[in-house]
């Protein structure tokens, strides 16, 4: 059986016991999904599953606490659970976790980039291709080319947390030293190098704080340091000043908590690769401390605790 309809037989089943389940479905043209909420048979049948369907639905869970619901999680989404449920930001026994083996989803502004994609009457899959039709014409072209750069190093595919499986266990097929890539071209440069680049990358931020909603572990959004008054941390100039600082203090509040879903980069408008920064973080975090976020419900992330002495860091010495 195909994994949607797998998916679709589990949802079935669960339905009744749920308020209801996340999923995704067309969206307002050929080349886009969106999220679903499922509550009835009619929405079943409007459930789709394809490397379009690119949101991480684990970024409802945490607004939905106290309530019994289901959702259908990529491998690199059910990370973003397990940290929730570390956190106690979540609970277990109030959601039902449909997992969905992925081989990767596609980066759209990738695929804006080969062609004009304004008027989509037909997106395809097949062979490890994508094969896109607009009034213009046909174009195809390899999967692998326009997946998410995430996608790339994933050593995830499967789902780490589920109740129903859709799809065979994908063993990883990526290489795990590609996880790092970006984040060592840029170690390479000297400071001021480095330096340029962020001032160049991030002066195109406009501050819209898309990245802050997508993000499945920002969840203090009522009380972010962004909107807060007093103290007031962040003016309403538009100056790099401002927009280094917001990113930083957003890169720092999920330090040792952001599991790499990439929900702030592809939320972007003005595409600026934010996830670069909080790979670095994570890079670190990971030569620190042994940990990476969102792999086991049993670890406490290093952050969340505190001790006299850490065995990997020799303060003494400083």
């Not at 043209?29 to 009835?40: E, N, V």
């Not at 939905?64 to 990370?79: A, I, N, P, Y």
């Not at 997946?147 to 994908?170: F, N, R, V, W």
Request: glycine fraction near 6%; hydrophobic fraction near 35%; proline fraction near 5%.
């Amino acid at each position: 059986m195909e994994a949607i309809g797998k998916l679709r037989e589990d949802i079935q089943k669960e339905l009744e016991d749920v308020e209801f389940i996340i999923g995704w479905e067309q969206g307002f043209d050929a080349l886009h999904a969106t999220p679903l909420f499922i509550r009835s048979q009619e929405d079943i049948d409007r459930l789709i599953w394809n490397p379009l369907c690119v949101h991480n639905l684990a970024s409802y869970l945490p607004q939905l606490k106290g309530r019994k619901v289901g959702v259908l999680l990529k491998g690199c989404d059910s990370r973003s659970v397990i940290q929730l449920l570390q956190e106690g930001l979540i609970q277990r026994e109030e959601i039902v976790i449909f997992g969905i083996s992925c081989p990767g989803v596609v980066d759209l502004s990738k695929i804006r980039a080969r062609m004009n994609v304004s008027q989509v009457k037909r997106v395809s899959f097949a062979e490890g291709n994508v094969t896109i039709e607009t009034p213009q014409g046909r174009e195809e072209f390899p999967l692998d080319e326009v997946l998410a750069t995430k996608c790339l190093s994933c050593q995830y595919p499967t789902p780490l947390i589920y109740d129903h499986l859709a799809g065979e266990a994908l063993s990883p097929q990526r290489p795990a030293d590609l996880l790092y890539k970006e984040v060592e071209e840029i170690e390479k440069l000297d400071v001021k190098e480095r330096l340029a680049h962020w001032e160049r990358e991030l002066n195109r931020c406009i501050r819209c704080y898309a990245c802050r909603n997508a993000c499945p572990l920002c969840v203090c959004q009522d009380y972010c340091a962004a909107d807060s008054r007093n103290p007031h941390w962040l003016s309403q100039r538009a100056g790099i000043g401002e927009k280094v600082m917001w990113h930083i203090m957003h890169a720092l509040h999920v330090a040792g908590r952001c599991t790499d879903c990439g929900e702030c980069e592809r939320a972007c408008p003005m595409d600026i690769p934010i996830q670069r920064i909080r790979k670095k973080i994570n890079k670190e975090i990971k030569a620190l401390f042994d940990y990476e976020a969102g792999v086991n419900t049993e670890d406490t992330p290093p952050l969340y605790t505190f001790q006299m002495e850490e065995s990997t860091i020799r303060e003494k010495d400083w």
